[in-house]
C-alpha cells in the first residue's frame, strides 16, 4: 500500500532504515501473515549490501521481538495507515 511505499523506497535507495522505519515496516509484514522467518529472509536480503551488514544481530532482535518472541513478548499490532500518516508529519522515523 501506499503508506508502506516510502519505506520499501528509502530501502532499495539507500539500504538503510532508521529504527522506527523499521519497526513499521517489520510490522507491516507481520500484519500480512509473514512468519517470522520470512519477515527474517526479507531483511537478511537487504543485510548484505550496504549500511544493513551492521545491524543483522541487532535487527534479527527487533523482528523477533515484533513477533512477540523476544524481550516482553507483546504481540504488536500492525500500525494502520493512518497512525503512519501521521508519525510522518510529525517527522518521525525517516
Not at 532508521?18 to 536480503?45: C, I, N, P, Y
Not at 543485510?47 to 512477540?68: C, I, N
Amino acid at each position: 500500500p501506499p503508506c508502506v511505499r516510502r519505506h520499501l523506497e528509502t530501502l532499495h535507495r539507500t539500504r538503510h532504515l532508521k529504527h522506527h522505519s523499521r519497526w513499521q515496516l517489520t510490522l507491516f509484514l507481520k500484519g500480512v501473515d509473514m512468519s517470522v522467518d520470512e519477515a527474517l529472509a526479507v531483511w537478511r536480503s537487504q543485510f548484505s549490501h550496504g549500511k544493513m551488514a551492521d545491524f543483522q544481530r541487532e535487527h534479527t532482535y527487533a523482528v523477533r521481538h515484533s513477533f512477540g518472541l523476544e524481550g516482553k513478548m507483546a504481540d504488536y499490532p500492525p500500525h494502520t495507515c493512518e497512525r503512519l500518516g501521521r508519525n510522518s508529519a510529525r517527522g518521525d522515523g525517516e
